[in-house]
């Protein structure tokens, strides 16, 4: 045997393994995904930029991007904060509280949705509070930001978390005999060596945000050109059997997913934390 | 159970780990491949493995062809460098693992499969340790135990992968003398790789060179180190001082040195290297015609009961150093920065355009 | 003072700070405390809202709203979809992680991408592809219609989509613990006569046992709990084709906020257990294996100045 494909290794089992793995990979992900490009390919150009641009699907466009990008850049300073806290503090309870950090990842999306909508709104626990105050969170752009800060901030604690345990304190101290003060040395010194954590939590938090569906639609209210998300408009219109319109508007969210996984990458390969270790 | 190396040639992409190997281990020998880091060496013991494939050539094991073999039909023990043992498994499990393996008809009763791994962990002298975890154990403790679980299937040849590497310097020199003993008894043809040559000189039988993908000498551990056969060698097995000089009409002209260099009596007049190890250099007070060189003493370094002197020739050479016994220090009552003459006892002359 | 004794003196005291460098304590306070304020307002109140609202009618409606005939296909449903999903994707994740981590081949990095990808896909646009793959206007859907297949807007299609969400979680959790292991183990294994079979199930598998049930436990978790892919594929069926997540959103919009909150308790509950079994695993594998990426472990015990 001697294939360019791989370095001859002699443990068995190559072959069988790697084929399962494509043909599996093929059957699962790459066709049904290929069907939107395929169907998209069907579409005039004329015909596909009517659907994208139709005054409907932009505000929904605008909405999903607006609020993910609020929601990620909001995760920043609180994923930072907590994972801040959870590794450079002690209190009681500190186990539990970095346990849960985890709950929206392991909470199906629709228990936070509707836990979410009915804490909210106007008679719920926290709606009560705000509404004296003249701010109205359910069926409003607000309220959707609010879920995307709760599905998303878990990536932001998780990526730096592991960074801060790992950055030598040293450093800090060296600072510090230096005679930077505690804001310095974090502007100067901690800060730049998490960058690329936090670049990576904030992009990773954001991508979720922007296909996020569960959370999002109750709390949204669904109100066409006010709080309709891309991925409710793509129900929408499947909903209508309008197959070309849901197709086209999901081609423009999947360019956009793929374009945010090459940047994760990239942000994990510059941060030197590759998938693979070995 | 011999093993024959005949033609083996490795690449990786476009680097020659081996160029066109043969060598010859006898029955029962202990045999130590020696060579710096990226000589093929490790390359090698794993192609007789069969853990990694050869380019070209042939590995016969007892005279039978072993390339088309699979791994499991060749019946080799491997010691790897960090020991490889099963994590999940106790000191007891690890050593029976190659006979709980073997096929149904083949694999002995539980009862004796029992008795042999107790008996070989008598043999590596680990058998209060049975039911630990590899990480239970000193790196000592865990060799021995990566050492019974390869002799636990009888394997016809043993290869060891740098087998002392990753131990500290004591337990080092004592696994090694009783790995020596251990040969004795057992008489298991066995190779292994080392980078260190007092390793490879205080427990082979036969040391082969290596160096960049090549042998550079075989031969028995005083063969090696008393006649090397290049430049390497002489360099690789300790350390050397070097003088630089013409030869003709086989003798070499060292500075006023003059040294019988019979071997290169056919050779014209030539630039030539002389190599001599530290402690075949004495000092004298006097010079004597031919056989000395006059030097300045720059420093003087004490270690133990061995000194080493480093000295300045006055014809501008490079430093040398020079290693004496305190005694003949105190005898020749040296001073530093006094002049005092190079007496080299052995040089061993090459023709200068071996590269080390 | 002479100069001396004062430099002295202020390195001493630069060692003191630096000794045990943190912010002033009211720092700390401010600080822990927006910590604490966040998680409770966005995750302890959220959750015990769940249960709040499924028992505010007594435990009798929270457990009328369970055994209803409803609720309970649709608790089998789920319960159906993750126990062909799960071990589906555990096997891919298996086989995948024998070929990446043990074996060198051009094109690596970029099939790890490749199993990424539905991580990167919205959930709706998950469920679609199916809608766009077996649908009244795809390919295949004259010849399944002949063969009387329903695919779409029944069992298959939940499962389907099911198991393309959750494709990913196994396999990334096993590559990196798999590479991590090495080969050398492996490589002995088969120099004591081990055979290819005998060395994965007794070498490479119990080396990794604590990263696939990691990956096991995220799978199951995210399974059971899909909602947007899902539901793109059901047809909401009440009784039929609705799963837990679903049934719940059914309810809800019904009004039914007792029964939907019942339902969602379960699904909490199964969180909360998710959670507990992730610490598990953490604890049982410290130092042993590091999950990767969105579910970082890290050792939060030994670290950190008292407030």
């Known amino acids: 045997m001697n294939l360019s494909l791989k370095k001859q290794s002699i443990l068995p089992g190559f072959f069988p393994s790697l084929g399962i793995t494509l043909l599996y990979l093929s059957l699962i992900v790459l066709i049904p995904l290929s069907t939107i490009f395929l169907r998209s390919a069907a579409l005039t150009f004329g015909r596909f930029m009517e659907i994208v641009t139709a005054p409907r699907v932009v505000a929904s466009f605008a909405l999903s991007f607006g609020a993910s990008l609020v929601a990620a850049v909001t995760n920043v300073f609180i994923g930072v904060l907590l994972a801040w806290v959870l590794v450079r503090y002690k209190f009681p309870g500190k186990g539990l509280v970095d346990a849960l950090v985890d709950l929206p990842f392991a909470l199906p999306t629709a228990v936070g949705g509707i836990a979410l909508t009915t804490l909210y709104a106007e008679n719920g626990w926290i709606g009560r509070l705000l509404a004296p105050l003249g701010i109205i969170a359910v069926f409003n752009p607000l309220g959707i930001v609010i879920a995307l ?15 801060l345990l790992e950055l030598d304190v040293e450093i800090e101290e060296a600072a510090a005999s230096l005679g930077a003060g505690r804001v310095q040395t974090f502007v100067r010194v901690v800060f730049p060596s998490i960058l690329p954590a936090v670049l990576t939590g904030f992009v990773l938090s954001f991508a979720r945000a922007l296909g996020e569906y569960g959370s999002v639609v109750f709390i949204a209210g669904n109100m066409p050109m006010k709080t309709e998300i891309v991925p409710l408009m793509i129900m929408t219109k499947l909903e209508q059997f309008d197959i070309p319109a849901a197709t086209a508007i999901a081609f423009v969210m999947l360019v956009a997913s793929f374009i945010l996984l090459l940047l994760i990458n990239f942000l994990q390969w510059k941060s030197g934390k590759n998938l693979v270790s070995g | 159970m011999s093993i024959n190396i005949v033609n083996i040639s490795k690449k990786f992409g476009s680097f020659e780990a081996l160029k066109d190997i043969n060598l010859t281990i006898n029955t029962g020998e202990l045999v130590a491949l020696l060579g710096p880091s990226g000589s093929g060496k490790t390359t090698l013991l794993r192609i007789i493995a069969g853990l990694e494939y050869a380019d070209a050539g042939e590995i016969l094991i007892n005279e039978r062809e072993m390339i088309s073999r699979k791994i499991r039909e060749r019946k080799v023990g491997f010691v790897f460098q960090h020991y490889a043992l099963f994590r999940n498994m106790t000191v007891f499990e690890n050593v029976a693992f190659g006979l709980k393996v073997r096929p149904r008809g083949l694999r002995p009763p539980k009862n004796e499969i029992t008795g042999r791994v107790h008996e070989l962990l008598r043999l590596v002298q680990l058998e209060s340790h049975a039911e630990r975890y590899p990480r239970q154990l000193s790196g000592g403790q865990r060799q021995r135990v990566a050492l019974a679980r390869a002799l636990a299937v009888e394997p016809s040849v043993l290869l060891l992968d740098e087998p002392f590497g990753a131990l500290d310097a004591r337990v080092r020199i004592e696994l090694r003398r009783w790995l020596r003993k251990l040969h004795d008894e057992l008489h298991i043809t066995s190779v292994f790789v080392t980078h260190d040559q007092d390793e490879a000189l205080e427990v082979a039988d036969k040391v082969v060179v290596m160096n960049a993908g090549r042998i550079e000498q075989t031969g028995g551990p005083e063969e090696v180190y008393d006649n090397p056969a290049s430049p390497f060698v002489f360099n690789f097995l300790g350390a050397v001082n070097i003088f630089h000089g013409r030869v003709h ?61 480093e000295l300045l020739p006055d014809d501008g050479q490079g430093a040398v150093e020079a290693e004496i016994t305190r005694d003949r220090l105190n005898e020749l009552n040296l001073q530093e920065g006094e002049g005092v003459h190079i007496r080299p006892k052995k040089v061993k002359v090459f023709i200068e355009d071996y590269q080390i | 003072m002479n100069d001396a004794i004062k430099q002295t003196i202020a390195f001493v005291k630069s060692k003191k700070a630096a000794a045990r460098i943190t912010e002033p304590l009211p720092v700390r306070i401010i600080l ?101 793959l077996f649908g009244s206007h795809s390919l295949l859907s004259p010849w399944l219609e002949a063969h009387d297949i329903k695919i779409l807007f029944a069992v298959p299609a939940i499962v389907l989509a099911t198991v393309f969400v959750t494709f990913p979680f196994v396999a990334r959790e096993l590559i990196p613990v798999m590479a991590a292991n090495g080969n050398e183990e492996e490589e002995v294994a088969l120099t004591l006569g081990a055979g290819g079979w005998k060395t994965f199930f007794r070498v490479t598998l119990p080396g990794v046992k604590w990263g696939l049930l990691y990956g096991v436990i995220l799978c199951n978790a995210r399974a059971m709990g899909e909602f947007g892919a899902v539901s793109v594929v059901s047809g909401h069926i009440r009784g039929e084709t609705a799963t837990m997540p679903l049934h719940v959103e059914i309810l809800y919009n019904e009004y039914n906020f007792t029964a939907a909150f019942a339902v969602a308790s379960l699904l909490a509950m199964l969180a909360v257990v998710t959670l507990a079994a992730k610490k598990f695993v953490e604890w049982k594998s410290s130092g042993r294996f590091t999950p990767q990426l969105n579910t970082e472990r890290r050792e939060s015990g030994s670290s950190g100045v008292d407030l």
């Open chain 3, 32 to 132: 822990t405390s927006l910590a604490l304020l966040f998680v409770g307002l966005f995750l302890v109140v959220p959750l015990v809202s769940v249960f709040t609202m499924a028992f505010n009618k007594g435990m009798e409606v929270y457990f009328a709203s369970l055994v209803e005939q409803d609720a309970l296909s649709a608790i089998k449903l789920t319960l159906i979809t993750a126990a062909i999903a799960v071990p589906l994707n555990l096997l891919f994740g298996l086989t995948a992680s024998w070929a990446i981590a043990k074996f060198e081949f051009r094109g690596k990095y970029f099939l790890i991408s490749l199993i990424d990808l539905p991580f990167a896909v919205s959930p709706v646009i998950s469920g679609f592809i199916f809608v766009l």
């Open chain 2, 249 to 309: 009409d086989g003798c070499a002209h060292i500075g006023s040195l003059k040294i019988d260099s019979r071997e290169h009596v056919d050779v014209p007049d030539t630039m030539v290297v002389g190599y001599v190890r530290s402690h075949d250099i004495d000092i004298g007070r006097t010079a004597t015609g031919g056989s000395s060189i006059p030097a300045r003493v720059r420093t003087i370094h004490r270690v133990g009961n061995i000194v080493r002197v």
């Open chain 1, 149 to 163: 800060i709760f599905i998303g901030f878990p990536f932001v604690v998780r990526t730096v978390q592991p960074v």
